[in-house]
């Protein structure tokens, strides 16, 4: 279920609130332009910042306005086990399709806690589990022998994989069981990371180019690896211009500076510096032109 390329949404604001009519928007443009799946509450949809309550009536209503058409991955982790529990408990009932699952961040856990983490939500529901491992962001490194040990609970299948280290994901390719499902959590590396067996991509560039990112993924698993090469490097100015600043503000930038209307980041997320809109601006108005 869980191969090509799936869009991590951003969360759309307006006046301070989640804009559903928006949202909606957002997600037709998605399948209509052919997206494999969609994630919801994950990173770039600013899930730090939504109240428990906007996260439950934003997984529902994805997963209604979708409504079987493609897959839907919540994201329910935390650094709190029990909460975690609690609310990939609800993603379930309300009918995802599989639960993204974050490292639990600043406590620091040691890797026996990060399994004993990640087991207890995974035993707990029935939905898959895909491990999302993104030390960047939370000062924790899941180690390929613990994805490894994580590969034999029944219903953990897969892990985004946004470490940046490409040795350490050569190393995971090389130890996880052939059916388990590696998915690139960097758009700069989606080519190379299919390239040795990945399944695909959890993306932030989906939000604006959907079809485009599924057909690189699309092209790959066809066999147009001259192709799939092609628009992974169409689109490099444009990811490195999107991770200037964090995430998911430059994306918003992008997405209303081509008139998408999402509304702006919360705080402590602001607006991107005059530069960096500029630098958005101009490798947009040069994609276009290509």
Known sequence: MFKGAYTALVTPFKDGKINYNKMAELIEFQINEGIDGLVVCGTTGESATLSDKEKRRLIKFTVETVNGRVPVIAGTGSNNTIHTIK????????????????????????????????????????????????????????????????????????????????????????????????????????????????????????????KDTHNMCQAFFLGETNYAKELQLRYASLIKALFIEPNPMPVKDAMNILDMDVGNTRLPLVEVSDDTHEILKSVLYELKDK
Do not use: W
């Open 87 to 210: 609310l990939s408990k609800f993603a379930e009932k309300v009918g995802v399709d599989g639960l993204l699952l974050v490292t639990p961040y600043y406590n620091k856990s040691s890797q026996n806690g990060l399994i004993a983490h990640f087991r207890a939500i995974a035993e707990s529901v029935t939905t898959p589990c895909i491990l999302y491992n993104v030390p960047s962001r939370t000062g924790v490194n899941l180690l390929p022998d613990t994805v490894v040990k994580l590969a034999e609970t029944e219903n953990i299948v897969g892990i985004k994989e946004a470490s940046g280290n490409f040795s350490q994901l050569l190393e995971l390719m090389a130890k996880v069981p052939k059916d388990f499902i590696v998915l690139s959590g960097n758009d700069d590396s989606i080519v190379p990371l299919l390239s040795i067996g990945g399944k695909g991509v959890i993306s932030v560039l989906s939000n604006i180019y959907p």
